[in-house]
């Protein structure tokens, strides 16, 4: 079987997957992301370790690279990662020769986009706003069946609209932007503080350790009942909402689809939101407001999306072309229309992600 990997990396794991055509996600590997002040070489080691691992020895037809950053439109170069040392590197090309195999570069909420858009929660949608919650927040537009990218290929950094001025400070360089009230980042760090003045069972789970406690385990409490973890979850959720109210009056899409690690709480994180984006919506009152679901392919979604770039780029020539717009093909139908996603056009059958998978961010 020809193998292609998909490669999500963001700002504290990098996971890489096997992909079939169908969409289906046949084995993973883990690495952890040194994070954004170590070298460059650092985080393309852990990117190399993951690959190789998935690979097992295996000849690879292609990557592709869903990256926490600013991917520039020829799809070559990461110009800017709040959470990863990549400022204007030519990513692909280096990964590409490092790796022996052609690689695909996009940015890792396109990558989410594309890959629900094509088998998840946004198939069969005229249009879809797609938002991803991890370390930080991605967003991607999907109009169409296209991704809307930008004129420089940037589009969709909706994490870093500024939502509270003078507010907190965030890794961008700005301050009071939206993934600094509602991420990973932000959860664990609502719960820290809860942990001072209230009993809860984050405390033993971190072994007294707050400056251990990281969001799975958030999750995991919130889960179990938890009062503290629960209240972090809903105070997310609002912002989550107030963040969506803003770009459903700018883009009015006909669903609004949220995945990354954040969102294996479900209803728990959806349920806070969708009360906050009927609040906060222009014209609330003469209006259906969108609907707000879970991403169907869950943490995976980067990896299956970045993998279906990798395919298009083999018979394309260029993954932007395929699908960047710059092709009359739409994105969820460049596979397709050559028989390589017949099963995914119908929905693919995907093994179930396994708890590390689902809670992991």
Not at 118 to 136: K, N, P
Request: overall charge positive.
């Amino acid at each position: 079987m020809v193998l292609y990997v998909g490669v999500d990396v963001g700002g504290t794991k990098v996971l890489a997957g096997e992909v079939t055509r169908a969409g289906v996600v046949l084995r993973t590997a883990r690495r952890t992301t040194p994070g954004r002040r170590v070298s460059v070489e650092s985080v393309e080691d852990a990117l190399t370790a993951a690959v190789l691992d998935v690979a097992g020895g295996r000849r690879i037809a292609g990557v592709g690279l869903a990256a926490a950053g600013f991917v520039d439109a020829a799809g070559e170069r990461v110009m800017f990662a709040p959470h990863l040392p990549w400022a204007g590197e030519p990513v692909r090309e280096r990964l590409s020769r490092r790796w022996g195999a052609p690689v695909a570069l996009d940015n890792d909420a396109n990558c989410a986009a594309v890959a629900e858009s094509a088998y998840g929660a946004a198939r069969g949608a005229s249009s879809a706003l797609v938002v991803t919650l991890g370390t930080g927040i991605g967003g991607s537009y999907v109009l169409g069946g296209e991704v809307v990218r930008g004129a420089q290929g940037m589009a969709g950094e909706f994490g870093h609209m500024r939502l509270v001025p003078d507010g907190r400070a965030c890794e961008c360089g700005m301050a009071g932007c939206w993934e600094q009230y509602c991420s990973g980042n932000a959860l664990v760090r609502l719960a820290r503080k809860q942990m001072a003045v209230e009993p809860t069972v984050l405390t033993e789970m971190c072994d007294g350790r707050p400056d251990r406690l990281t969001g799975p385990m958030v999750t995991a409490a919130a889960e179990s009942g938890d009062l503290v973890a629960r209240q972090a979850y809903a105070a997310v959720g609002d912002w989550l909402g107030i963040g969506l109210g803003a770009l459903t009056s700018a883009l009015d899409p006909e669903v609004v689809v949220v995945g990354g690690g954040v969102s294996a709480a479900g209803d728990r994180l959806l349920d806070p939101a969708r009360v906050a984006l009927a609040r906060s919506l222009v014209g609330a009152a003469h209006r259906q407001p969108p609907r707000l679901v879970a991403a169907r392919l869950g943490p995976e979604a980067g990896i299956v999306g970045a993998a279906l770039l990798a395919r298009a780029a083999r018979w394309s020539g260029s993954a932007r072309a395929a699908l960047a717009g710059r092709s009359a093909v739409p994105a969820t139908r460049v596979a397709a229309e050559r028989g390589d996603y017949r099963a995914g056009v119908r929905g693919p059958r995907r093994r179930r992600p396994g708890r590390g998978a689902r809670g992991s961010w």
